[in-house]
């Protein structure tokens, strides 16, 4: 069964840290890209960050440049989200995501898959 479950949200004051961390399972985690959006109240869900599959580039929402960092660990299964200096407009529902290919017959068929989100509160 296909998984990804995330962890590390909560309530945190204007200016303090979290680290969010997404574990896999059921999927061959090294062959995927992984992402974290983000979805605050009322608004569309947003990309905030991407590492590829090997970990050796990164892309970030301008939002949020200079303040998130996204790693990976592939022994883990795990991928992590640190953000530094929070401000109350980062406050939403944060999910992983993670898209690749599999094998199928001849070819090769994209995969993508979504956790449940963990709760991001920044406190103003």
């Known amino acids: 069964q296909v998984q990804l479950v995330e962890s590390g949200g909560g309530l945190v004051q204007f200016g303090g840290s979290l680290r969010l961390s997404c574990a896999a399972s059921?999927?061959?985690?090294?062959?995927?890209?992984m992402s974290w959006y983000r979805q605050a109240p009322g608004k569309e869900r947003e990309l905030v960050a991407v590492i590829t599959s090997a970990g050796g580039n990164t892309n970030y929402a301008d939002s949020v440049k200079g303040r998130f960092t996204i790693s990976r660990d592939n022994a883990k299964n795990t991928v992590y989200l640190q953000m530094n200096n929070l401000k109350p407009e980062d406050t939403a529902v944060y999910y992983c995501n993670a898209r690749g290919l599999e094998k199928s017959g001849t070819g090769w068929v994209p995969r993508e898959n979504w956790g449940q989100g963990t709760q991001v509160t920044v406190s103003s």
């Open positions: 059921g999927f061959t985690f090294s062959n995927y890209a």
